[in-house]
């Protein structure tokens, strides 16, 4: 049993995904300093400093002050601007990504292409079988 275990461990599909996220955490944390740290607060620069996570509705009728006050009194809220906030984040990081995918691609070395080896063709083999069938 520990054989059969060592074995599945060590098959390149496990190995590849344990560095694939362990990779991918670290990675996660680049993205989200580069959103967080330099690319959201441009945002708020070009919005007039607005922030949609402290957008909500009160359910509740207490009318809080700030989405704060209303979690730490336990306020009925419907906080659609948390909501707003994650899309954005969301549409943020995707597009980083995207960009990053495609300067990889472009660092990445081209793949050859070898042309298939010159064989009969569909047509060559069909006149091949009728042939054959007639002389039958």
């Known amino acids: 049993m520990i054989n059969e275990f060592k074995a599945f461990i060590m098959r390149g599909n496990v190995v590849d ?7 991918g955490a670290a990675f996660t944390a680049i993205v989200t300093s580069l959103v967080g ?3 959201n607060p441009v945002i708020g620069l070009i919005l007039g400093g607005v922030n949609f996570s402290d957008m909500f509705i009160d359910l509740s009728g207490t009318n809080p002050s700030s989405l704060q006050v209303a979690k730490d009194t336990g306020a009925a809220v419907f906080a659609y601007g948390a909501f ?8 943020i990081i995707a597009f980083v990504v995207f960009l990053l995918v495609k300067a990889m691609n472009k660092l990445m070395p081209k793949k050859v292409e070898t042309p298939a080896p010159a064989g009969p063709s569909e ?14």
């Not at 995904?17 to 990779?23: E, K, T, Y």
């Not at 047509?123 to 079988?129: A, H, M, R």
């Open 37 to 39: 740290d330099l690319i």
């Open 123 to 136: 047509l060559d083999v069909l006149k091949e079988i009728l042939t054959t069938l007639r002389s039958k």
């Open 17 to 23: 995904l344990a560095v694939g996220i362990i990779i």
């Open 84 to 91: 707003i906030t994650a899309l954005i984040n969301f549409l």
